[in-house]
């Protein structure tokens, strides 16, 4: 069975922290993904990536890092955290498919709802 | 303008009824159509996808695509208790290679 585990359900943090969140995934997708998920405003996306030590900026960055030293694992950065960056934090991967840059199926984590005080 | 617009719920209808969930998106690059369930503190789970226009059935689910309209939606038949969760449409751009995804539907089905 397919797996992507975030490694803290819950996590609290104060304004200023610098805040790692860690994703792995067990099933040798090339693709990652990092969303955060927010009442009234849906998924969205923050960074991606296609492989080892690449990354793309999503649709909100700002504020946010990430590091892919490794293919199964897919780390989200908050360099300076702020309470407008409470929220639901989604990791998800997907395999490439010949010819195209990603495949359309997403293998979502259960997430990690961070809350910044 | 949201690239992807999602009737915005939520929804509570009794066991057995027939519900409907919908979407509507702006950029006719999209090219994949995909329905998400998420369950309470849970991730989202991909629960159907198509890639033409037209009707695509799996059990009690059917998807349907009118890319003319740009108008997708999902039907539910004989609605359960279990079925009650976020429902999230969402559209793959191949050419940037990322889906977009509506705010979501939260369904409840009551016994």
């Known amino acids: 069975d397919v797996k992507v585990t975030q490694s803290s359900r819950y996590l609290v943090k104060r304004t200023g922290e610098k805040v790692f969140l860690e994703c792995v995934q067990d099933m040798d997708h090339e693709n990652m993904f990092w969303y955060r998920q927010d009442p009234g405003l849906g998924l969205r996306l923050i960074y991606f990536s296609y492989d080892v030590k690449m990354k793309e900026k999503g649709d909100i960055p700002e504020g946010y890092s990430v590091s892919r030293e490794k293919k199964e694992r897919f780390s989200l950065i908050l360099e300076s955290a702020s309470t407008n960056q409470t929220s639901m934090y989604l990791c998800?991967?997907?395999?490439?498919?010949?010819?195209?840059?990603?495949?359309?199926?997403?293998?979502f984590g259960s997430g990690t709802q961070l809350s910044v005080l | 303008q949201k690239e992807v617009e999602q009737d915005p719920g939520p929804l509570s209808v009794p066991e057995g009824a027939i519900v409907s969930l919908n979407c509507t998106y702006s950029n006719s690059a999209f090219q994949y159509f995909m329905w998400y369930r998420q369950y309470s503190r849970k991730g989202p789970e991909l629960l159907m996808y198509?890639?033409?226009?037209g009707n695509k059935e799996d059990g009690r689910f059917t998807a349907q695509v009118d890319k003319s309209s740009k108008y997708i939606s999902l039907f539910i038949r004989d609605s359960q208790p279990s079925d009650s969760a976020t429902y999230l449409c969402a559209i793959f751009n191949t050419n940037a290679g990322k889906s977009t995804f509506g705010d979501g539907t939260t369904l409840t089905v009551k016994p």
């Open positions: 998800a991967s997907s395999l490439r498919t010949e010819g195209a840059l990603s495949n359309e199926k997403l293998f």
């Open positions: 198509t890639y033409s226009s």
